[in-house]
């Protein structure tokens, strides 16, 4: 879930940049590296159990919402709870990812127990996969 550089099957192919520090710098860009999709902070980081990112939709204006992902290991396997928090109100952001987060989690699971998408997050894919890419947002490199 933290690698960087390389697309993720399971979110659109969204590639992870990411300074894997508290206070780092963290983006999910299209697979061509050309299009901002989400960006934030590392606010913590406790590898391998836990950590946290402030999240903001590149599309939106909302304002930045909160993200932890907690890791705990379960015979045969591993238990994760994600939690997205900190809306001021039922923002886009909220509602948007109140639908996909539950999405790319049952698609995280596919990838990692079988080696493929879940039919249901291959026809997502193919619906937002080329509107991603038509985002006015562009890309801007990091130093």
């Known amino acids: 879930m933290t690698r960087t550089g390389e697309p993720r099957p399971y979110y659109f192919d969204a590639v992870l940049e990411a300074e894997m520090h508290p206070g780092g710098r963290w983006r999910f860009l299209t697979d061509d590296l050309e299009r901002l999709l989400a960006g934030g902070e590392i606010l913590a980081i406790d590898p391998p159990r836990r950590f946290e990112q402030s999240f903001r939709a590149a599309d939106l204006d909302d304002p930045a919402s ?9 015979v045969g396997g591993c238990h994760v709870v994600l939690t997205h928090d900190r809306f001021p109100l039922e923002t886009t952001t909220y509602r948007r990812f ?3 987060h539950p999405l790319a989690l049952s698609a995280l699971k596919s990838v990692l127990e079988t080696g493929d998408l879940p039919f249901r997050a291959r026809v997502y894919t193919l619906i937002f996969k080329p509107g991603m890419k038509t985002m006015t947002v562009r890309a801007e490199p990091w130093s």
């Open 98 to 100: 109140l639908r996909a």
């Open 66 to 74: 909160r993200i932890t992902v907690e890791l705990s290991e379960t």
